[in-house]
């Protein structure tokens, strides 16, 4: 018959083994705390990126407004007869698109005055094959803004875009070139 006794250094083992899985569990909780805290500090980060971003060009669009208006301010008072035009929608602002190369784009400002708010869509097109489309822009005269347009999964490129700019009540479909 086998002797089964329990000897002093079987039980230190087992103490030891014990603490050495509660320190695996231990920085297994920590190490899942920390990638869900830095996951959370990434998302406020790439909002606050966001929000940033966003009050910069809203800075950007009230100068040139601002801009535009001192502009017809000193046209009147060098021109006393004339008036000033200062309604929006007379801005002429005209529009050209073309494609660049693949899939590269470039949406040009043709006029003279300065384009806010500028938006393009690219109708039933995937979101999700294109990539920095101008969402509330700011083009000033002669100047562009490239965006892409990918196409795969049985969605060719466009033909044509949407445009819609503060202003101008309904959107302008630009043609492709």
């Not at 000193?74 to 494609?99: E, F, H, I, K, T």
């Not at 899939?103 to 040009?108: D, E, G, K, P, S």
């Not at 006029?111 to 083009?139: I, M, Q, W």
Request: aromatic share 4%.
């Amino acid at each position: 018959m086998m002797n089964q006794a329990l000897e002093a250094g079987d039980a230190g083992t087992w103490v030891s083994a014990a603490v050495a899985a509660i320190a695996i569990l231990y920085t297994y909780l920590q190490n899942r705390q920390q990638k869900s805290a830095q996951a959370q500090t990434d998302l406020l980060q790439r909002e606050a990126s966001a929000i940033a971003g966003r009050e910069a060009e809203a800075a950007e669009r009230r100068a040139l407004a601002l801009e535009q208006m001192v502009e017809r301010l000193a046209l009147a008072q060098a021109q006393p007869g004339v008036q000033p035009d200062s309604s929006p929608a007379a801005a002429p602002v005209s529009w050209s698109c073309r494609r660049e190369h693949q899939n590269l784009f470039v949406l040009r400002n043709e006029g003279d005055e300065v384009a806010t708010g500028v938006h393009v869509t690219v109708g039933g097109h995937p979101s999700g094959l294109t990539r920095r489309l101008p969402e509330n822009a700011v083009v000033r005269g002669h100047e562009s803004v490239e965006f892409l347009i990918i196409g795969a999964w049985g969605h060719p490129i466009p033909r044509e875009v949407e445009v819609t700019w503060a202003g101008r009540e309904d959107s302008v479909i630009v043609p492709v070139t």
